[in-house]
């Protein structure tokens, strides 16, 4: 049983470089969120997707960017990384509305230097 | 904009003692659901228990329970005979009932003392 799986658990970047990181959920999902966790700030909801092909921005969407191709995966996408993005980052999902429950991976620790 | 606020950063508690962690929302709607969670040093997020607004009866599951104040709009998590392991940082969370986005406080690290 995977579950949320997220590629990769830790990175270390340069500013201004770019990369991606991958969430993939096998439980058919239909929404999926990203999240990053910084000390003293809880997790803050950067984007949010209700189903293949849509996304929503959340509370902290500047300097990300993301996609939903496929239902089964969720990607974040950083184009040029900044020190203030060195966060951990994670990727959850639930089934549906009534089913609410968030199910999330082990987390990515991102260090932009 | 719904919050959820966590007044406590940080608690202790003695082993096989009893502690509550609090948890208080803003919100204007009647149909929602409220989370705690469970954050260990291992950084895995572990659902610990959900409470749906419209039951009045409070969530338990094993040693966990909540004491949920609809109109106060308090959400608060009780944990009975603590044990080592339940060491961890607790997140609150808030999901609307017609919205697609999960809203959580800023935590509240539990200590267990030996």
Redesign the interface.
């Known amino acids: 049983n995977a579950g949320v799986t997220q590629t990769p658990k830790f990175r270390v970047l340069k500013t201004g470089q770019s990369m991606t990181l991958l969430c993939a959920q096998d439980m058919n999902h239909e929404?999926m969120?990203w999240?990053r966790q910084d000390p003293?700030?809880?997790?803050?909801?950067i984007h949010?997707s209700?189903g293949e092909g849509t996304t929503?921005k959340?509370?902290v969407p500047d300097g990300y960017n993301v996609s939903r191709l496929k239902k089964q995966n969720f990607l974040l996408g950083l184009e040029s990384a900044a020190p203030s993005q060195t966060s951990?980052y994670?990727c959850?999902s639930?089934r549906d509305?009534v089913n609410?429950?968030?199910f999330?991976g082990?987390?990515t620790r991102l260090t932009v230097v | 904009a719904q919050t959820v606020t966590?007044s406590q950063?940080e608690m202790s508690v003695q082993e096989a003692e009893t502690v509550t962690l609090s948890c208080t929302y803003d919100t204007s709607e009647s149909d929602y659901?409220l989370?705690w969670y469970k954050q260990p040093p291992s950084?895995?997020?572990i659902?610990v228990i959900?409470q749906e607004a419209y039951k009045q009866q409070n969530a338990t599951e094993n040693r966990f329970s909540v004491n949920f104040q609809k109109a106060a709009k308090s959400f608060s998590l009780k944990i009975s005979d603590s044990q080592l392991g339940d060491a961890a940082m607790y997140?609150c969370?808030y999901?609307r009932?017609?919205d697609?986005?999960?809203?959580?406080?800023?935590?509240t690290r539990l200590h267990i003392l030996p």
């Open positions: 929404y969120y999240y003293g700030m809880g997790l803050r909801l949010y209700v929503a959340g509370e951990v994670f959850a639930s509305r609410t429950e968030a999330f082990q987390g | 966590q950063p659901y989370f950084r895995q997020m659902l959900r997140f969370a999901r009932g017609r697609d986005k999960i809203i959580f406080g800023k935590g």
